[in-house]
T-cell receptor, first 116, second 107 residues
Framework: GAVVSQHPSRVICKSGTSVKIECRSL??????MFWYRQFPKKSLMLMAT?????????EQGVEKDKFLINHASLTLSTLTVTSAHPEDSSFYIC????????????FGSGTRLTVV | GIQVEQSPPDLILQEGANSTLRCNFS?????LQWFHQNPWGQLINLFY???GTKQNGRLSATTVATERYSLLYISSSQTTDSGVYFC?????????FGAGTTVTVRA
């Protein structure tokens, strides 16, 4: 159990376009979902926390208007990178927890975004 | 925020060797987890261990919360153990990740 599906796994887009990344909990209801960004050979940086039906809480320094997060249901959260630029190229990872259980987070397989 | 330091940054092992990875953190936490990230980027939760000792097969972990450190032990390492091992800590539901230890196990 506890599977999180993240799509797409890889995406290449042109500078100035928007890209949507989906994160789905397949076999449980995710009360909370987290979005991380990982630079090459670096740690994971938490971007935002989203709870179903409410606005996402962004970490300091993360642009809300550039990284739009929607958690419309208990099984789906989306991250939209708007007006993407080459500096937005990165590995984006989502994770989900059920019932606010902090003892075990399940991670998606990540999305490699390349902006050209 | 909480600072997390992991050591060593890189570790090269011969298959069958044992190793210890360390995680130091700067403040009291009630959430500490160890993760393994495989070469394709997938993160797998290894242990939830805010205190005490746990074992799962060839892996075990110990956290001494009062001294603000945790250790991850890998015994009889296999090539499939290669990847990056992250320690992540938090005082609530949010996790702060260390920089990771990159483990390479050679056949």
């Amino acid at each position: 159990g506890a599977v999180v599906s993240q799509h797409p796994s890889r995406v290449i887009c042109k500078s100035g376009t928007s890209v949507k990344i989906e994160c789905r909990s397949l076999d449980f209801q995710a009360t909370t979902m987290f979005w991380y960004r990982q630079f090459p050979k670096k740690s994971l940086m938490l971007m935002a926390t989203s709870n179903e039906g409410s606005k996402a809480t962004y970490e300091q320094g993360v642009e809300k208007d550039k990284f739009l997060i929607n958690h419309a249901s208990l099984t789906l959260s989306t991250l939209t990178v708007t007006s993407a630029h080459p500096e937005d190229s990165s590995f984006y990872i989502c994770s989900a927890s059920r019932n606010y259980d902090v003892s075990g987070y399940t991670f998606g397989s990540g999305t490699r975004l390349t902006v050209v | 925020g909480i600072q997390v330091e992991q050591s060593p940054p890189d570790l090269i092992l011969q298959e069958g060797a044992n190793s210890t990875l360390r995680c130091n953190f700067s403040d009291s936490v009630n959430n500490l987890q160890w993760f393994h990230q495989n070469p394709w980027g997938q993160l797998i939760n290894l242990f939830y261990i805010p205190s005490g000792t746990k074992q799962n097969g060839r892996l075990s972990a110990t956290t001494v919360a009062t001294e603000r450190y945790s250790l991850l032990y890998i015994s009889s390492s296999q090539t499939t153990d290669s990847g990056v091992y992250f320690c992540a800590v938090g005082a609530d539901y949010k996790l702060s990740f260390g920089a990771g230890t990159t483990v390479t196990v050679r056949a």
